[in-house]
């Protein structure tokens, strides 16, 4: 046991090389500091912790026996970074994680050379460690790509895609299958450790690749039955013969969590001649923290809590949040509407459909972190009769694009697509965004798109898209709690296309497209506190627009200002069109779009990521001020 009043272990280590001067009877006593550390981190900061404290061995494993960051680590999704980020010189800054300024809770290029590959989204740790593999391979130097690929990344295509093209890399690529929830493999114990280090030796790879060579020279038949036999073994053995037909050399199941295990193994992988090679290690989600075992999730995502008891930080009640207003409007449509189905890729709660799986369960299907297969499947649906509803977040169906357009628009097919996390999203930064979800949809034909302004509107439109037969609809609406108004007991039915106008006034209309409407309202508030009379409409559908409110809007008010919570390309760019198609800006209007920047946003709160944007009550009054040239005495300017 460590000296208590000595230095840890985790204040000598500032990078990998610092860990690599370690003895390994130190790792174990690092990896405790290690998870320490990250609980603590995160109790100050909230965040990601359960997956991070599962790979905290195979963290260290990891930078004690490869070269980083000349061999490049690539973590899947990285939410499980945490612990990389600690003992790749940014200890200091740990404490800054999903804050405005700080660090990011994912990898990212531009935060350390140790991060050679952003990611968030999952699934596409194989492919760009494989092209790290091969370009190395091309330039003749040396290093290797490592992926860390969780065993629920697993389900998703362009993991396998990745692997069929893999072999080109030869022993350059390492894929490490992180299995935290026992669904692939056995339990696992000393015997399973032998045969992974027996496996993965050189001496037995060296046998094994002589043997391969003798049999290639026998008859046709003899050498076919020997390759069988030789497959069948270690398939009995190690339980590879998936990946092994996928052209890769499986070791495999090892305790994630056994350093003793872990460091030979990935010692004798590291200068193995044959590969790629796949390690199956299997990992606890949440180990070594009590509260995070005993939860059933895990503490995957936690608010800031106290490291002591476990117990998290509560949000102030307040407005029920908007995923959960749809999720309880959808569940209720369904008790009467037996057409309705929900699907989801893997993220149940997240959407808000897990009451729909309990009360509906024989409709409701989550499909695995495979987007592309849930848009066709719900197109296979709909083509059937059914009503399914899709519910993936803005930035994960951009993963689905090309079934979107093919399997849903252009058949004309009624899938409903329930957008979460559109707009800005606070902590998760530019990954988890949903900027551009009314850019890629409203483009294309057949497709309606609308966005509540508020709760008791998302309950109106989620009972609009359940009765929309004629094509595909979609509904976007942003992350958190709603605004606070009344949610109807009875949902109505929105006439397609048709917006509302919330306030009536003369000289400036405010054309505001989804929960940006609250911020219009203030902005009106103070316009109006200057003598400017305004009008404010909440549009409802960025498509089809509602060209008849719209028209009259510009044609009897001085200054027509959109605003919305998307790219460029979205409302503005639509409204912008129909306005020049008409002759309306010849006329002298003067029309301005407010849309999120040309940019990709940073973490932060988000109040202070809108205020950046410029979509907030005072950047809209500037904007009108602007465009009236209002000068500071409080009158327009008069022009030549």
Known sequence: MADPLSTPLLDTVQTPADLRKLAPGDLRQLADELRQETISAVGTTGG???????????????????????????????????PHKILTGRRDRIRTLRQGGGLSGFTKRSESEYDP????????????????????????????????????????????????????????????????DMSIAPPVGGLSAYLSRIVSSREFLGLREAFKKIARKLPRPLHTAARKTDEFARGMATGGTLFEELG????GPIDGHN?????????????????????????????????????????HGVQKFDVITGT?????????????????????????????????????????????????????????????????????????????????????????????????????LPVRFAIDRAGLVGADGATHAGSFDVTYLATLPNM????????????????????????PIAVRYPRGNGVGVALPEVPQKLEIGKGRLVREGAKIAILSLGTRLEEALKAADALEAKGLSTTVADLRFAKPLDEAMIRRLLTTHEVAVTVEEGAVGGLGAHVLTFASDNGLIDAGLKLRTMRLPDSFQDQDSPQKQYD???????QIVDTVLQALRWNDSGAAEVRA
């Open 48 to 82: 990601h912790l359960g997956s991070g404290l599962g790979v905290v061995e195979l963290t260290v494993a990891i930078h004690y026996v490869f070269d980083t960051p000349a061999d490049r680590l690539v973590w899947d999704v990285g939410h499980q970074c945490y």
């Open 117 to 180: 590959f952003g990611a968030a989204h999952s699934s596409t740790s194989i492919s760009a460690a494989l092209g790290f593999a091969v370009a190395n391979k091309i330039a003749g130097t040396p290093g290797k790509g490592i992926a860390v690929i969780g065993d629920g990344a697993m389900s998703a295509g362009m993991a396998y895609e990745a692997m069929n093209n893999a072999e080109q890399a030869g022993n350059r690529l390492v894929v490490i299958l992180n299995d935290n």
């Open 248 to 251: 890769f050399y499986y070791v």
């Open 259 to 299: 350093l003793d295990h872990l460091i030979p193994v990935l010692e004798n992988v590291r200068d193995a001649e044959e590969g790629p090679i796949l390690v199956h290690v299997v990992t606890k989600k949440g180990k070594g923290y009590a509260p995070a075992e005993a939860a059933a999730d895990k503490y």
């Open 312 to 412: 998290q930080v509560k949000a102030p009640a307040g407005p029920p949040q908007y995923q959960n207003v749809f999720g309880h409007t959808l569940s209720k449509l369904a008790e009467t509407d037996h057409r309705i189905c929900a699907i989801t890729a893997a993220m149940p709660s997240g959407t808000g459909l897990d009451r729909f799986a309990k009360e509906h369960g024989d409709r409701f299907f989550d499909v695995g972190i495979a987007e592309q297969h849930a848009v066709t499947f719900a197109a296979g649906l709909a083509a059937q009769g059914m009503r399914p509803f899709c519910a993936i977040y803005s930035t994960f169906l951009q993963r689905a694009y090309d079934q979107v357009v093919h399997d849903v628009c252009i058949q004309n």
């Open 448 to 471: 309606v798109v609308m966005a509540p302004a508020d709760e008791a509107e998302l309950v109106h439109m989620t009972y609009t898209a359940a009765e929309y037969d004629a094509g």
């Open 612 to 618: 950046e944007a410029g979509l907030n009550a005072p």
